[in-house]
């Protein structure tokens, strides 16, 4: 039964990763270039770098930001920004942002 779990899991994973369109990502990305860089490294220290990021962590984060369960600093501009993405927009961000490399190379 545990080997089975383990299946389900890795297969759930891989379905998850495989759903994400990072060229979707990139393109949808453009509205992000001014705050956080254009490859994701923020020029101004006050906006995270989003390069090389875990997906799963951005997509919670952008989740988060829409439902806005997420406070303090920029969270009202984040909140404008991600209420008009869909679920597969935020995917496809995600796995754009984390297929970065977060050294800027």
Same mark, same amino acid.
């Given at each position: 039964?545990?080997?089975?779990?383990?299946?389900?899991?890795?297969?759930?994973?891989?379905?998850?990763?495989?759903?994400?369109?990072?060229?979707?990502?990139?393109? $949808? *990305?453009?509205?992000?270039?001014?705050?956080? !860089?254009? /490859?994701?490294?923020? &020029?101004?220290? #006050?906006?995270?770098? @989003?390069?090389?990021?875990?997906?799963?962590?951005?997509?919670?984060?952008? $989740? *988060?930001?829409?439902?806005?369960?997420?406070? !303090?600093? /920029?969270?009202?501009? &984040?909140?404008? #920004?991600?209420?008009? @993405?869909?679920?597969?927009?935020?995917?496809?961000?995600?796995?754009?942002?984390?297929?970065?490399?977060?050294?800027?190379?």
């Amino acid at each position: 039964m545990k080997k089975l779990f383990t299946l389900a899991a890795v297969l759930a994973v891989s379905a998850y990763a495989s759903a994400a369109d990072i060229e979707a990502g990139k393109a $949808k *990305a453009a509205t992000c270039v001014a705050c956080h !860089g254009a /490859n994701g490294i923020s &020029m101004v220290p #006050m906006y995270p770098n @989003l390069a090389g990021q875990k997906e799963q962590y951005l997509v919670s984060s952008l $989740k *988060a930001y829409k439902a806005q369960q997420r406070t !303090g600093g /920029n969270a009202p501009i &984040m909140y404008g #920004m991600v209420a008009p @993405l869909s679920d597969d927009d935020i995917a496809n961000l995600a796995a754009y942002f984390a297929s970065l490399d977060p050294a800027g190379k």
